[in-house]
């Protein structure tokens, strides 16, 4: 997907210069992963039809 959006979760939330500054070098150099908001599927996730 060309156009899609990577979201990112600091361990520092408070709005600083220097929390930018070290999050977005801990995001260059890989150390913060990108945040995804998924869960697993159940086990019977197929057992029923779509609705």
């Known amino acids: 997907m060309k156009d899609e959006i990577w979201k990112f979760k600091p361990d520092d939330t408070s709005v600083t210069k220097e929390m930018f500054k070290s999050s977005w070098m801990s995001i260059w150099k890989g150390k913060i992963m990108?945040?995804?908001?998924?869960?697993?599927?159940?086990?019977?996730?197929?057992?029923?039809?779509?609705k």
């Open 34 to 50: 990108r945040d995804y908001k998924s869960e697993d599927l159940p086990s019977n996730w197929d057992s029923k039809p779509v």
